[in-house]
């Protein structure tokens, strides 16, 4: 079975530029996380959805926005660039939001 | 607040030996969930164990073994015999019920495994 992908797997933006990732969860998986990883940390809750809806939300600014499609799959979008933005970036499904997440390879995002 | 600490940064054993790995968490909720995930270099977060905190029996898989203490709010995580396949990065992460379900990560133990 095929697990979370995520595309596109590395990109390069410069500052003030717009960006969107995409995820499409495991097949069955209604629900679609993001988190940011930056160099050396753990992974930070950006937003889940669940349904086409937002469940969760976590401290980003409002440069960062997401949705979720029918089908499931998700896009993060990610406006007016900053270098701090540089990152990767994963996606994870779950069935309902309540179960275990499995996490995609990620988007490497540098900003330069 | 909800909080995961996992205060050993980087661990280095040779192959075989047994290494234990800390994860010390905080939460308000009595409903909650513990994990460990694996990121190997290539990035990709894999999913190790889950546990609830109703069920603190400790749970081993293979050369692997987890001990929960809700007494000491620790969920270790136990590599006996290790391999160098073994070497990455590894993340306790928590759930809590009320807020959703976004976890909240450690910073991480770096395991390197040597020949």
């Known amino acids: 079975d095929a697990g979370v992908t995520q595309s596109p797997t590395h990109l390069i933006k410069t500052r003030g530029q717009h960006v969107t990732l995409r995820c499409s969860p495991i097949s069955g998986h209604k629900s679609v996380s993001w988190y940011q990883q930056v160099l050396g940390q753990g992974p930070q809750f950006i937003f889940q959805?669940?349904?086409?809806?937002?469940?969760g939300r976590g401290n980003f600014p409002d440069r960062f926005s997401a949705r979720q499609f029918p089908n499931y799959s998700s896009e993060l979008n990610v406006n007016a660039l900053l270098l701090g933005d540089s990152a990767l970036y994963l996606c994870a499904s779950s069935f309902p939001p309540q179960e275990t997440q499995y996490f995609g390879p990620g988007t490497r995002l540098l900003v330069l | 607040a909800q909080k995961v600490t996992q205060a050993q940064t980087e661990i280095s054993v040779v192959e075989k030996e047994d290494v234990t790995l800390d994860c010390v968490y905080e939460t308000r909720d009595t409903t909650y969930y513990l994990f460990w995930y694996k990121q190997p270099p290539s990035g990709e977060l894999v999913f190790l164990i889950r546990r609830n905190s109703f069920d603190e029996q400790n749970e081993i898989s293979g050369r692997y073994s987890w001990n929960f203490q809700k007494s000491t709010s620790s969920f270790n995580f136990t590599i006996t015999a290790s391999q160098v396949v073994d070497s990455a990065v590894y993340f306790c992460a928590l759930s809590e019920n009320q807020a959703g379900t976004a976890l909240i990560f450690g910073k991480g133990t770096t395991l390197s495994v040597s020949s």
């Open positions: 959805y669940y349904e086409k809806e937002e469940r």
